[in-house]
C-alpha cells in the first residue's frame, strides 16, 4: 500500500495503549481525521487477512475498541511509524510521564527509543543510537531515513559498484559480436550500420537500482529539510542508474561477496522501506506505509546486549535466547526459551526473563509465575528474575520475591525493574541499570548450590 497523498508535516504522536478516535471531543482519546481513521481501519483490516489475525481484532498493532459507543483503534505496544490518507502517525514507548505537548519529554523518549533500537538483533540499526542523539527532535520516520543515508553515504565513498550489462544497438561500427537476424532485418538496405550485441561495464545493477528507488520513495515520504536535501544529493549521485522495475527480482539478483559486503545494510532498509520481506527473522511490521517494532523485543534485545558488554569484566557470560532445554525429555518436545542466562566462572547460573510491562499491583500474572518455575525446575537452578522496565514512579531494583520448595530445592522468583538510559543536558545516553542488575545475577549466584 503506498499512499499518493503526501504525508502531513508534523505527525501525530502516540504513546502505546492510547485510543484513537475520529471524533473529536472524547474524552481519553487521540482525534485523528476521519478519512484517516478510515483509511487506517481498512489497512490494519489488510494486515490481519495477510497474517492471519483475527479480524475483528484488526491486528495485534491496533485494537478495534469503543467508547462511549464511539469507534476507536487502541495502540498496542508496537513503537514507530505508520501511514494513512496523508497522516503519518509516530507511536513512542510510555516511558516516564509521556507528556505529548513537552517537547523535551518526547525529545527524551526518542533518544532512549533510538538507543534501545540500536541494540535490536538482526535488524540495520547498528549506528542508531549515535545518530539518535544529534536528531532527538525528529520523528521515528525522519531518524530512520537519516540512518538509510549514513549507509547511502558510506557506499558512495568506497564507490559504487559496477556490473557487466548485456547491451543491444544497431551502431554504425563493428563492436562486440553480430547479430545476424537483426542485422537482416534493420540493414539489408543501409550496410553502413551493424547490428551488435556487446557488454558495458555500468552502475545500473540491482544493488543499485534498488537504492535508487528507496531514495525516490523516501523523498515522497521525508518532510525535514536535512533529509530531504541529502536524498536529492544522493540522487545525483545515482544519476546513471535506472529505479527498479522489479523489485523483488532485483533482490533475487543482488550478490552477497567481499565486493558487496558495504551494501548489506543500506539493502537491509531498502527492503523495509520498499515494503519486501522483512530482512531477517526479526518479528515486525513492515510494509511501504508501516515500520513498527514490538516493544517487548525491543526492550530484551536492549538488555540482553548491555548485559552481554557489562558481565565481561565480572567474569560472567550472559547468553540470549538460550535453547538448551525442553520441558519434556521423554519424547523431547515444547523447548525452554529463557531470555537470557548469566553464568559465572564456577558453573551456577541464574535465568532473566524480561517483560515490558508494568505488573499490576507490583505482582507478576499467573502465567508468568508458571514460564519461571519451568525455568527453575528444568535448568536445575534456585534463581530466577523477571525484568521490568523502571519508569516514572517505579523505582529500580529488586522489589519482590516469592519462594516455594520443591523436594528438597528453595525456588526463588524475583522482581526486577530496570533502569532505562537516562539522558543528560547534552542529550548523551548514559548508563543504564545493566551493571546493577549484573552485580544483581553476581549476588544472586554466590549462594547457588547447584550447576546449570
Known sequence: MRNPKPTTEKPLTLFEYEHLCADPGLEGTVT????????LELFLAALAEDTGANPEEMHEVFRLSSRRGRKTLAVQNYVGVISAA???????????KAARDDEDELSHIRTVLHAMLSELRDAPFKDLGKTGLATSDAPVLEVFISVFLDEVRRILQRGMRSDYRDWSDNERFMKGRLNFSEQMRLNHIDHSRFAVEYSVYHVNRPENRLIKSTLLHLLRQSRDTANRRRLKVALDHLAEVEPSTNERGDFAACKNDRNTAHYSNALAWCRIFLAQEAPTPFSGIVTADALLFPMERIFEDYVAAQLK???????MIARAQDSERHLFERPLQYGLRPDIVVTNREGHSVILDTKWKLPRGGRPTQSDMYQMFAYAARYGIDHVVLVYPATGDTPSGEVGTYRTRIVDRQITVHTYFYRLPTIDRTRTVTADGAEDLAHFADYLMRGQRTTL
Do not use: Q, S
Open 86 to 96: 496523508g497522516t503519518t502517525i509516530e507511536v513512542l514507548p510510555k516511558i516516564g
Open 309 to 315: 558488554r557489562t558481565c565481561l569484566p565480572l567474569d
Open 32 to 39: 485523528l481525521e476521519k478519512d484517516a481513521f478510515e483509511a
